[in-house]
């Protein structure tokens, strides 16, 4: 079965760091796009950013650019999203999401999400 | 960027009523466009992809058509567990922007 699994939320304070990981299993890791979500409470969803199977190309929303590094290990089949320089408005529960296939394509397994609050 | 805008935010409809949401890219996205239902308290689940492909184990009330900028998400009957927020996505190339959701209650 394939799956994803997030840690690594909690509550932090502004201006702080956290690192998110989203563990895989049941699929070809390294063939697929993965990808972090957030929703903020009570908002819609936005797409945070996204690396490649290969980790050579990596892609960000303009919200978190600069702030945040996406990674992936296909040894150990993580992928993780170190969070600098945290604000408020990154408080959310985001979410590790798999591309559905090699090409460009939507994202068909999701994980149950890892709260972030930030907060003083 | 390419913004993606979903219309009506919300909209209440009976049981049994054929349901259309409609969504709009400020350029031609082709047809690389998906839909979710998000469930109350629950995980978004793909429904559609590339316009009007159902993934596996969706029920067939569910539709999706268009191509370019205009697209649509329909259910030809609403139940009750389709109560949701229904987002679209395009996802031709980054940023993989989703619309702002349409919630679906039952009237």
């Known amino acids: 079965e394939e799956q994803v699994v997030e840690s690594g939320g909690g509550l932090v304070q502004p201006g702080g760091s956290l690192r998110l990981s989203c563990a895989a299993s049941g699929f070809t890791f390294s063939s697929y796009i993965m990808n972090w979500v957030r929703q903020a409470p009570g908002k819609g969803l936005e797409w945070v950013s996204a690396?490649?199977?290969?980790?050579?190309?990596?892609y960000y929303a303009d919200s978190v650019k600069g702030r945040f590094t996406i990674s992936r290990d296909n040894s150990k089949t993580t992928v993780s999203l170190q969070m600098n320089n945290l604000r408020a408005e990154d408080t959310a529960i985001y979410y590790c999401a798999k591309d559905r296939a090699v090409t460009r394509s939507p994202f068909d397994i999701w994980g149950q999400g890892t709260l972030v609050t930030v907060s003083s | 960027d390419i913004q993606m805008t979903q219309s009506p935010s919300s909209l209440s409809a009976s049981v049994g009523d054929r349901v259309t949401i409609t969504c709009r890219a400020s350029q031609g996205i082709s047809n690389y466009l998906a839909w979710y239902q998000q469930k109350p308290g629950k995980v978004p689940k793909l429904l559609i992809y590339a316009a009007s492909t159902l993934q596996s184990g969706v029920p067939s009330r569910f539709s999706g058509s268009g191509s370019g900028t205009d697209f649509t998400l329909t259910i030809s009957s609403l139940q009750p567990e389709d109560v949701a927020t229904y987002y679209c996505?395009?996802?031709?190339?980054?940023?993989?922007?989703f619309g702002q959701g349409t919630k679906v209650e039952i009237k």
């Open positions: 996505q395009k996802y031709d190339s980054a940023p993989r922007t």
């Open positions: 690396i490649s199977g290969s980790a050579k190309s990596t």
